[in-house]
């Protein structure tokens, strides 16, 4: 007689097969990562360094009209696909002039800036790619890596030599290089020149997550990859947001026509997802707009995070450098961290609170946004209130 080395199952109720979310929920909040969903007002008299608001375009009237212009002409949404009904051709102009603002030969727009990176790591790469990814990048492209069936060498933060290392030795047919070029934590810059040079030696192309470059670096605004001299190059492509320095919502990818053409025929969150908003292709395109015909609102952001790090640090703060327009200040821990954010909150400063596992590195830290529309008074303001609310180390 025969018989299962499987262990008995136990049938649960049906009120009691969730009962691990509450074992989960309890391992969270001992660790001091309970998430909570806050509601803000319209009007928040709370001076708000937590955003992405990079060049203070949200409220801008020239960005608001356009949204709602755009609302009024094609409907409150797109209505299908963009392969279907939901390409207008306000989605058809944008893609034109970010392209073109860019320097690169083409554009496809997605929903999100998510969408758009787990379109370009899934539809650029297969079973025989090798992607070489820098330890420190966004989760979305984390997890674009982990959706591509690709074999995937996670990099050492922003190390050149490390990447070409990695790819010196593959066994692949083809392999991709995939870094943010501002990093989120620190605002810290990707080493461009670098890793292009080492894709370059080893046949590799180039994928870059411009979404904290675009609108603070590079002439004008036009971001990372044009500051380094790779906007247009033959083996690059770019992803960016239209929800940070654009003050709209969205995403889209650039580079070479014919790696638009395969996204569009192959990337699955485009062919299978429903089409940005027209509000949001809108009020997109009037901040590329009023952007393009006031260059200097990139200087100002990159300006202003200088002049909020070197007032950090003479407070005696312990903050980063930055390279674009985010600024960290280090905390103590997790629950320190949330208790400082949550301090400054009630003292009238609303800032980021990054802890594991939005850390790779595992230091908590305030995440702050310096938006170009920033006054003087507010930079002190800011600074003065972040100093005051320092918990104090045990």
């Not at 109720?13 to 509601?39: I, K, M």
């Not at 995403?251 to 969150?269: C, S, W, Y």
């Not at 062919?271 to 509000?279: V, Y």
């Amino acid at each position: 007689m025969v018989t299962s080395s499987v262990p008995e199952q136990q049938v649960l109720t049906p009120a009691a097969v969730f009962d691990w979310l509450d074992e989960a929920a309890e391992l969270r909040a001992r660790a001091g990562l309970t998430r909570t969903l806050r509601s803000r007002p319209a009007e928040d008299p709370v001076l708000d360094l937590a955003n992405n608001d990079y060049l203070g375009l949200v409220h801008h009237p020239a960005v608001t009209r356009a949204a709602a212009d755009a609302a009024m002409r094609w409907g409150g949404g797109s209505t299908g696909s963009r392969l279907v009904t939901g390409t207008t051709e306000l989605h058809t102009e944008l893609e034109r002039e970010l392209a073109e603002f860019c320097g690169f030969e083409a554009a496809l727009v997605f929903s999100s800036g998510y969408a758009a990176n787990l379109a370009a790591l899934t539809a650029l790469t297969d079973p025989d790619t090798l992607i070489v990814s820098d330890a420190y990048n966004h989760a979305s492209l984390i997890d674009g890596c982990r959706l591509s069936r690709s074999d995937v060498h996670r990099a050492p933060h922003s190390d050149p030599a490390a990447v070409a290392e990695a790819l010196a030795t593959r066994t692949h047919r083809r392999a991709l290089v995939v870094s943010d070029t501002v990093f989120s934590v620190d605002g810290n810059a990707a080493p461009l020149a670098g890793l292009a040079s080492a894709a370059r030696a080893h046949g590799a192309a180039l994928l870059l997550d411009d979404a904290h470059g675009f609108g603070v670096l590079g002439p004008g605004g036009t971001g990372a990859p044009a500051a380094a001299g790779l906007s247009g190059q033959p083996d690059v492509v770019a992803t960016v947001t239209l929800s940070k320095s654009l003050g709209s919502q969205g995403g889209a990818v650039l580079g070479p026509r014919r790696v638009i053409r395969h996204l569009t025929e192959t990337a699955r969150t485009f062919i299978f997802d429903t089409g940005l908003a027209p509000a949001a292709v809108g009020a997109a395109l009037g901040a590329l707009r009023l952007l393009r015909a006031e260059p200097q609102r990139a200087d100002r952001a990159r300006e202003v995070a200088r002049t909020l790090a070197d007032r950090l640090t003479a407070a005696g703060l312990r903050a980063s450098t930055p390279d674009a327009a985010v600024v960290s200040v280090r905390a103590p821990g997790p629950e320190a961290a949330v208790q400082w954010a949550a301090d400054c909150r009630t003292a009238g400063l609303a800032v980021g609170c990054f802890r594991p596992p939005s850390v790779p590195d595992g230091i908590s830290r305030l995440r702050l946004t310096a938006r170009g529309d920033l006054t003087d008074d507010q930079i002190s303001q800011a600074v003065e209130i972040v100093r005051a609310m320092e918990p104090v180390e045990e």
